[in-house]
């Protein structure tokens, strides 16, 4: 399977609203540096789901469904507390 990296905002974005166009953006992850990060959980939680298509395969024995992927990305996006800016 392809890795498919996404880029830094708009993968958040995406996870939380559900929407499965997931390859509809690129990585932006090498662009940027740490002044740019503002948020260290973002940055954090961005990259670890970017492991977590790496590893999909595993990841897939959590969910059921791409569908079932977001709901636990968006879930722990509540569990962090993160306010997403639009």
């Not at 740019?36 to 990259?47: P, V, Y």
């Amino acid at each position: 399977m392809k890795v498919v990296h996404y880029a830094f905002g708009n993968c958040i974005n995406i996870f939380a609203s559900n929407t499965m166009d997931w390859k509809r953006v690129t990585c932006k992850k090498c662009q940027l540096d740490k002044e740019q990060i503002i948020n260290e959980r973002i940055a954090t939680l961005h990259h670890r789901f970017i492991r977590a298509e790496e590893n999909v395969h595993n990841f897939q024995n959590q969910a059921n469904s791409w569908s079932e992927i977001a709901k636990i990305v968006k879930k722990e996006i509540e569990r962090l507390n993160i306010t997403l800016s639009k």
